[in-house]
């Protein structure tokens, strides 16, 4: 499936293909473009930079060969930036990211640098909130883990399907049993839910681990009015797989 499928879509104009340091600033480009279920930054957080750093650089800067992207008529309109063991992840993040993006988020908000009320509000959320409503994720059981973004120019054309089975596939020749996921969700239904409980009625069982935590996150930072969850799911990689071959199949995702 994963030499057929990566021909596939190049004969429709699109390719496939590792990610490469000069992809680097495109990268965080759609990651700020995508940011809050595609609203973006405007009027939440005005430092794209720091947004950024925080989204995709263990990625990008620790990872590389985990990420992939995927062009569109020779232009970059998608990515994948995948993990293999969260527990490695957790500690870069911990000990070479975070700090760094706590200190400049610091001293960039009392010098006066965010001067949008947006800025201000996400930063508090992010102090005193954003730890607590994290579900919790087992990842010893389901290490691996990806983050992954396309832009419209890339709908349509089973972006996300292809570049997270060649993901799967890359986890599972490395040995990996278990991936994790986790979505922010509005507390009624998202197009992930959707696909999981119709996938559920033909494979009941198959979602190894579940758990949700209801956020603040909409109504105090983004200001809007639909409750919003954090969703986690934890798969055995096999059964992940061919959620993603039925998805493939059937849908133009």
Known sequence: MKDDSARGACREGVEIRPYRASDRDAV???CVRTAFR????????????LFADYFTSYYTDFEPGSAMVAEVSGEIAGYLLGCLDTRRFLRLMGIRIVPRIALLAGFRLVSGRYREPGSRRFLLWLATRAAREAPRVPVLRYPAHYHINVLPEGYGRR???LMSLLFVN???????????GIALDTAENYILSRLTRTYSKINPGWIDYYDTRPTSLGRDVLLEDVPLVNRVFGF???DYRAFLLW?????PI
Do not use: C, Q, W
């Not at 595609?38 to 930079?49: K, P, Q, T, V």
């Open 28 to 30: 965080r480009r759609i």
């Open 38 to 49: 595609n609203r973006g930054l405007s009027g939440i957080f005005e430092d794209g930079e």
């Open 159 to 161: 972006l996300y399907s």
């Open 170 to 180: 890359r986890a599972m020749r490395r040995g990996v049993a278990g991936l994790h």
């Open 236 to 238: 055995k990689i096999e």
């Open 247 to 251: 998805i493939h199949r059937r849908f």
